[in-house]
């Protein structure tokens, strides 16, 4: 199936940077990305949505100037987790679905473990 | 938005057959039923989609009933490393280029035992 690349797939960060996530399409053009954000054993919590090209969109409760997303091109898009603090510390993941046949699919990134101290 | 809802938890054996139930009365005209494994700290991977009758591939089969309010993943013959969480999403494909959002719910924890 198609492949979707997470980068890092760990960073530690002081309280107070900002950290950048970055999400590639390796096989394919991802028009549309999504954001997730998981807690220990809780279910993935949909952050945003991301547009090639266009504002995102984020949802209910998503502070946007804290969880910036740039989707530049088809290929790439990015998170950036500004001023962290440790209560952002979570597993990030992003998504991007792809048309294959008649069917679409999502696939996930490996993750990224953010942890802020 | 269609709300799933799936077992927490459920135990086999290896080699057994597990079949994962998922409900989801308001499902929509345009929604697909799409089914995800999940390894702890790792993302989701996608197992198997369907949006009437009996889907099958390599890995698993996906019941879905004429009525669609409920679908059932069936894993044949589990082994130790089926172990994980199972989510049943319901979403559509969105419109042209914007391809619809996917929201999980709390998914069931799969535990194959020795």
């Known amino acids: 199936g198609a492949v979707v690349s997470q980068h890092p797939s760990r960073v530690i960060c002081k309280s107070g940077t900002s950290v950048k996530i970055e999400c590639r399409s390796l096989?394919?053009?991802?028009?549309?990305m999504f954001w997730y954000r998981q807690f220990p054993k809780k279910s993935l919590m949909l952050m945003a949505t991301s547009n090639e090209g266009s504002k995102a969109t984020y949802e209910q409760g998503v502070e946007k100037d804290k969880f910036l997303i740039n989707h530049a091109s088809l290929t790439l898009s990015t998170l950036t987790v500004t001023s962290a603090h440790p209560e952002d510390s979570s597993f990030y993941i992003c998504?991007?679905?792809?048309?294959?046949?008649?069917?679409?699919?999502?696939?996930f990134g490996q993750g990224t473990r953010l942890t802020v101290v | 938005l269609a709300k799933t809802t799936q077992p927490i938890s459920m135990d086999s054996y290896e080699g057994q057959e597990v079949n994962i139930t998922c409900s989801h009365n308001n499902i929509a005209t345009n929604d697909y039923i799409t089914w995800y494994q999940q390894f702890p700290s790792q993302g989701p991977r996608f197992i198997i989609q369907g949006y009437k009758t009996k889907v099958t591939n390599e890995v698993a089969s996906l019941f879905i009933p004429a009525d669609r309010k409920s679908s059932t993943l069936s894993l044949p013959r589990v082994s130790l490393s089926d172990t994980a969480v199972y989510y049943c999403l319901v979403g559509d494909r969105g419109r042209g280029s914007t391809l619809g959002r996917l929201y999980f719910g709390r998914g069931t924890q799969l535990t194959v035992w020795p």
């Open positions: 998504s991007a679905r792809a048309r294959t046949g008649r069917n679409t699919e999502a696939f």
């Open positions: 096989d394919f053009q991802a028009t549309t």
